[in-house]
């Protein structure tokens, strides 16, 4: 069964069960006829991937002049065909006949409701000729009643883009639509931040180091004017990309590429210290500078509730060692015989990044893990005062190279599965073990504590516990 080429982006679900399609008889008399109606390609470039009527799809037929009444009959789509759901008898009246896609029931006097949250590609068609008992066949020539608008969103391959969003003055979300006149009006208030236009998302390419996102979004069109972009990612990152729209015509068709040229995985910018890497401005894990983010056992990459010996990625899941200087315990990462499973050794003191790094993993290779020699750069190359953001202590850092600074939240450490020194000490990783000791990685430890005082020092943490990561990049 052939198609008809109209484009459909959301499928109307409306069964009529008093549809009639039995064939019509022979016996009508000279005067009276049945009005039979066909549709014709629509010339406009709105449709965006489904482009045709489906047998089913619910269209109301309007009519002007009928019986000197308004009257709005639904009809469902059959091949090339539009079959009513209730007969109209034509006489030697003449008829304007119209259309309007979806079916709109409670539609008054040719008046029609827009929606551009639906993302419905509202069509209406218009037959040309007056329709009479004569001339009993309306062929209708469809157009499309919105502007389409498709955003070409470019960004580091790693995390999906999860929320588009639209705000501005030229941003509508309801208006009406006057088919007598081919008018709209009725405009809702515009989109602001608040009342923001959500855009539903479409298909993603991702290639290693770069992923592309198109959306395609049918817009109310109406004056011209600014609008503002939100993206967010589903790692937090938000972007607002500000963009002119043209005065937008029905059945319009405009193009947007976007790049986003910075890193989108970390849920907030880098900071430049001048030193031989930029240091994120957050924890991993973390929204904002001054939250904890997540803990992380050293060579593993996601968080858990308990961080003990038992649980250990790389052990062999002892409780406890017998022997603390000869546990026979580790499965990877090993320098001694003594403390391998079985002896086992392989001499790794450098984690695996993309196997065992939780920043390298989740960020594709953009951030990682800091060495202990960019540990201690920051510490030698930076002023560090102990302060309180937002309700939680750390070490403001501030490099004496160029005065940029990061704040490092005293996050405390997970031992077994409970929180320990959170708001006096803080344990962050760095991507080496101790040769000499593998039960330790080196790690940058800092505290403010009544009794001990104040320091901060790359040193030896134990392996299992769960310490904070603060990635570097490039």
């Given amino acids: 069964m052939r198609k008809i080429y109209i484009y459909l982006s959301l499928l109307v679900a409306v069964v009529f069960s008093s549809c009639n399609n039995e064939a019509e008889t022979d016996d009508y008399s000279s005067n009276v006829a049945k009005l039979k109606v066909e549709v014709q390609n629509p ?3 709105a449709a965006i991937d489904n482009q045709y009527f489906t047998s089913g799809d619910s269209v109301g037929i309007i009519l002007s002049g009928y019986n000197d009444v308004y009257k709005n009959v639904p009809s469902v789509a059959d091949s090339w065909s539009l079959i009513l759901c209730d007969d109209v008898i034509l006489t030697s009246q003449r008829t304007e006949v119209k259309a309007f896609y979806p079916y709109q029931r409670d539609s008054i006097h040719s008046i029609f409701e827009l929606n551009a949250e639906s ?30 608008v498709r955003f070409e969103i470019t960004y580091k391959s790693s995390v ?34 608040e009342n923001c236009l959500d855009v539903p998302l479409g298909d993603s390419y991702h290639g290693y180091y770069q992923a592309k996102k198109t959306v395609d979004v049918l817009l109310i069109p109406f004056a011209i004017g600014d609008a503002q ?18 005065e937008f015509e029905q059945g319009s068709y405009y193009k947007y590429p976007i790049t986003i040229r910075e890193d989108p995985y970390n849920s907030k910018n880098y900071v430049d210290l001048g030193l031989s890497v930029k240091w994120a401005e957050c924890n991993l894990g973390a929204v904002n500078p001054e939250d904890p983010g997540d803990y992380f056992a050293w060579g593993e990459v996601t968080s858990k509730e308990d961080y003990g010996s038992a649980t250990y990625k790389w052990g062999n899941g002892s409780a406890s060692f017998a022997d603390f200087d000869n546990p026979g315990f580790y499965t990877k990462y090993n320098t001694k015989p003594s403390f391998g499973n079985e002896g086992y050794v392989d001499y790794k003191t450098d984690l695996d990044k993309s196997e065992d790094d939780p920043a390298y993993i989740a960020y594709r290779g953009y951030w990682r893990l800091p060495t202990p020699e960019e540990a201690q750069e920051l510490v030698d190359n930076c002023k560090w005062t102990w302060t309180e953001r937002e309700g939680k202590y750390g070490f403001l850092v501030e490099s004496n190279v160029n005065g940029n600074s990061i704040f490092l939240p005293a996050a405390g450490t997970m031992v077994g599965n409970s929180l320990y020194a959170n708001g006096t000490y803080g344990f962050y990783s760095t991507s080496k073990l101790n040769a000499d000791n593998p039960h330790y990685a080196f790690e940058l430890t800092f505290y403010n504590t009544e009794w001990g005082g104040m320091a901060y020092v790359v040193g030896n943490g134990m392996r299992y516990y769960g310490r904070s990561i603060r990635p570097v990049a490039k």
């Fill in 43 to 45: 010339t406009t470039r």
């Fill in 119 to 148: 993302q419905t590609n509202y069509l209406y068609g218009i037959c040309k000729e007056e329709i009479y008992n004569r001339n009993p066949t309306a062929v209708l020539d469809f157009k499309h009643i919105m502007a389409r």
């Fill in 229 to 246: 972009l939100h993206l967010r990612f589903t790692n937090g990152r938000e972007f607002d990309i500000d963009i002119t729209l043209p």
């Fill in 160 to 193: 999906e883009l999860e929320k588009l969003q639209l705000v501005g003055d030229s941003i509508y979300k309801e208006a009406k639509f006057n088919l007598e006149d081919g008018t709209i009006n009725n405009l809702s208030t515009p989109a602001t931040a």
